[in-house]
């Protein structure tokens, strides 16, 4: 099995399936395309892997698909014993609509907060956020303290850490790095706590260490 994958300091999309490969345990050949490349070497290098041009890109035998939520739900599959999505069908629901929230929403939070894992972090409180950002924000926290609440945490679809963590650790990161106080969005410490748990991961740790 191999994944292709963009600078981990930079590249959310990659990062979610990587997580998720360590989750599972499964062996896996990592190839890594630095981004941001001038005279569109890194969209050369990553034609010659994906089709679409973009990361991450997985190869297991004869599958080769792209897209970071078509390639979690594939190993959710691939690896059932990992519990990649909770086993109750309503938390597995829930789970699914967090995981395609992110996937396809935020959009001002990715344009104004881009994920920068070897960035300083800011000092908490002291990025001026936009009013688009803010409302993106105080959203997330309103998702994370809604679904920890209904299934009881320590993670969004229960006991089990899943796609649903990969999809918001990145989000996290985001959070640490533009010192992104959760409190000032309604959140009374299950957020935060849930943010923190997700950075304390082993397997976001070993991400952060190849960077």
Known sequence: MELVIGTKA???WSMRPWLVLRKAGAAFDET???LRQENNVSAD???AHSPSGLVPFLRDGEVA???SLAICEYLAERFPKAGLWPHDPVARAYARAAAAEMHSGFAALRAECPMDLAATPAAPGSVA????TAKNVARIVGLWRTLLDRFGGPWLGGAEWGIAEAFYTPVATRFRTYGVRLADFGDEGAAA???ARLLARPEFLAWEAGI
């Open 129 to 132: 956020l936009s009013e688009a």
């Open 193 to 195: 706590a849930y943010a």
């Open 65 to 67: 698909i792209g897209d």
């Open 32 to 34: 890594l395309i630095p």
């Open 45 to 47: 290098r990553i034609l």
């Open 10 to 12: 930079w590249s959310t």
